[in-house]
């Protein structure tokens, strides 16, 4: 027969399991953040080559670490994605404003604020340099097309948000792309980046038809729709995605740059084709500026 004192036992285990197992999902999505959003991974088929990209990101997950986007992660709490009717709002045209909302989900945050809500669509294109130790990327970022997401990069570029930043995860043939934007990523193959953002996330834009070919910078997320943040990824092949990712802009100058990092590998395959670059690429300045 079953005593109090073991009925006790039962249940201050079964609470145990429970906490543990909270504790092995918050990991487990600690692990998946980045472009392409599941936090089990995702199969995409390339040229006809199925290949499974898994989603390395991560936070402090032996403390919990405290809050995070663009790449979310490390959550203290068992806390939901932003939903449809809670989530960032798309641009209000008659307005003029953009939406965006504290990220819940999750990771590591630096905090610059929020960006300002009113917005314009003009000029149409304006030019954003990343200045890096390898030289000077240049993208034309699509302000008519993705007004929020050029707003907010220009907000953060203006608080130096992304100054001494470290690209963290680079991409294979078939996977080609280098993503950087988390300003907590040590990029050195050994660290589970890509789960620091700047605490807010807003909805994604300009979708329709969007490819991810060379030349293309586009947005992190994760799965969830409106979990765009800070980090962002510079195609330099053709990425076979869905229409899922912001496509913010086109670049004009340093694919060899990405060539070159490519070229030089990871540090260590993380498993999906992807791991941090041998060749470290750090942002040492960001600017923004209108193009006539």
Do not use: W
Not at 99 to 105: F, N
Not at 187 to 214: C, F, H, I, T, W
Request: with cysteine; aromatic share 4%; glycine share 12%.
């Amino acid at each position: 027969m079953t005593t109090g004192k073991d009925r006790q036992r039962q249940l201050a285990r079964e609470h145990h399991e429970r906490q543990m197992q909270r504790r092995a999902e918050r990991e487990q999505k600690a692990k998946r953040t980045a472009i392409i959003g599941s936090t089990v991974g995702v199969v995409i088929v390339i040229g006809g080559i199925v290949t499974a990209v898994a989603l390395l990101g991560g936070g402090d997950t032996a403390t919990d670490a405290a809050a995070s986007p663009s790449a979310p992660a490390a959550s203290p709490a068992d806390t939901a994605a932003p939903s449809p009717s809670t989530g960032p709002k798309p641009y209000d045209a008659a307005a003029g404003t953009c939406d965006y909302v504290p990220d819940s989900s999750g990771g590591q945050v630096k905090d610059v604020g929020m960006p300002p809500t009113k917005v314009k669509t003009t000029p149409a294109t304006k030019q954003m340099t990343l200045k890096t130790n390898l030289g000077d990327i240049v993208v034309d970022l699509d302000n008519a097309k993705a007004p929020c997401t050029t707003n907010s990069l220009e907000f953060l570029a203006k608080k130096n948000f992304y100054n001494g930043s470290k690209c963290h995860r680079l991409g294979s043939a078939q996977f080609p792309m280098l993503q950087c934007g988390d300003p907590t990523a040590k990029a050195d193959g050994k660290s589970q980046d890509g789960a620091g953002g700047p605490g807010y996330v807003m909805a994604e834009e300009n979708l329709q038809g969007a490819q991810y070919k060379r030349g293309v910078m586009a947005m992190a997320k994760t799965q969830a729709p409106g979990s765009t943040g800070s980090q962002f990824f510079l195609v330099f092949g053709d990425i076979g995605l869905t229409p899922d990712y912001t496509p913010v802009g086109t670049i004009t100058k340093g694919l060899d740059i990405l060539d070159k990092v490519n070229k030089a590998g990871v540090i260590a395959d993380m498993g999906d084709g992807t791991g941090a670059p041998k060749q470290t690429v750090e942002i040492k300045d960001v600017t923004i500026a209108g193009k006539s």
